[in-house]
C-alpha cells in the first residue's frame, strides 16, 4: 500500500495561506497524487490531482517535488468555508489496483476568523 | 444531476438484524466501492466492484457482503448486525483514475 502521513490539524486564518503537506515515501512510478476534502456529514469531494511538479486550480494548487516522495497542497486566501477536513491519496487507476488507495485519517484544518 | 445516491440516510439495528445499504450511480461509471468511517478516523475500504459481475474485498471486509447485477447498483449486505458496525458508510463510484465521487453517507447505529 502507499500510505500516507499528514498533520493530523492545523489551525489557520481567514484570508492567509495554507499549506498541507503529505508524506508518501514508497510512491510507485504509476501512482498520481490526488486530494480530497470532506466538511462533516458529507462525503469526501476531489480538489486537485497530479504526477509532478506543480498543478493549479481554480481552488487549490499542488506542489509536487521531484523524487514524489511528498506533496503540498495550497489554499490561497482561506475562508471559515474551507474549515474540513483534506485527505492526501496515492494511488493509479482502479481496477485490480484499487486496494491501493489508501485515505489515512486526513489533516483537520481549523479557519478561524 | 443525481451522481451517487445512498439510502436510507440514517437507520438503526438492533445486534443480529441484517439490512441492505443501497446504492446507485447514473454516471455509468464502471468502479464502485463502499467505505466506513468511524468517528474521528478515515475511511476505510470495505468492498469495491471493478464491473457488472465482478466484486473483492477491501481493508475491512468482515460482516458485510456485496453484489454488483448492473452498473447502476452496488448494495451493501449487513448480514448479522454488531454494535461494531456502527458507523458511517459511504458508497463511491469511479470511471478511471483517481477521481472518486462520494454519495452523501448513511448513518447506521447498531444497538
Known amino acids: 500500500l502507499a500510505k500516507t502521513t499528514q498533520p493530523i490539524s492545523m489551525d489557520s486564518y481567514e484570508g492567509q495561506e495554507v499549506n498541507i503537506t503529505c508524506s508518501h515515501n514508497?510512491?510507485?512510478?504509476?501512482?498520481?497524487i490526488t486530494w480530497y476534502q470532506q466538511f462533516p456529514s458529507q462525503g469526501p469531494r476531489f480538489i486537485i490531482q497530479g504526477y509532478k511538479t506543480k498543478v493549479t486550480n481554480e481552488v487549490a494548487s499542488l506542489f509536487i517535488p521531484a523524487d514524489r516522495k511528498s506533496s503540498t497542497l495550497s489554499l490561497p486566501r482561506v475562508s471559515l468555508s474551507d474549515t474540513a477536513v483534506y485527505y492526501c491519496?496515492?494511488?493509479?487507476?482502479?481496477?485490480?489496483?484499487?486496494?491501493?488507495?489508501?485515505f489515512g485519517s486526513g489533516t483537520k484544518l481549523n479557519v478561524k476568523p | 444531476n443525481a451522481g451517487v445516491t445512498q439510502t436510507p440516510k440514517f437507520q438503526v439495528l438492533k445486534t443480529g438484524q441484517s439490512m441492505t445499504l443501497q446504492c446507485a450511480q447514473d454516471?455509468?461509471?464502471?468502479?464502485m466501492s463502499w467505505y466506513r468511517q468511524d468517528p474521528g478516523m478515515g475511511l476505510r475500504l470495505i468492498h469495491y466492484s471493478v464491473g457488472a459481475g465482478i466484486t473483492d474485498q477491501g481493508e475491512v471486509p468482515n460482516g458485510y457482503n456485496v453484489s454488483r447485477s448492473t452498473t447502476e447498483d452496488f448494495p451493501l449486505r449487513l448480514l448479522s448486525a454488531a454494535p461494531s458496525q456502527t458507523s458511517v458508510y459511504f458508497c463511491?463510484?469511479?470511471?478511471?483514475?483517481?477521481?472518486?465521487?462520494f454519495g452523501e453517507g448513511s448513518w447506521l447505529t447498531v444497538v
Open positions: 454516471m455509468n461509471h464502471e468502479y
Open positions: 463511491a463510484s469511479s470511471e478511471s483514475g483517481n477521481t472518486i465521487y
Open positions: 491519496l496515492v494511488g493509479h487507476g482502479y481496477g485490480y489496483n484499487f486496494n491501493k488507495f489508501y
Open positions: 514508497n510512491i510507485a512510478t504509476n501512482d498520481y
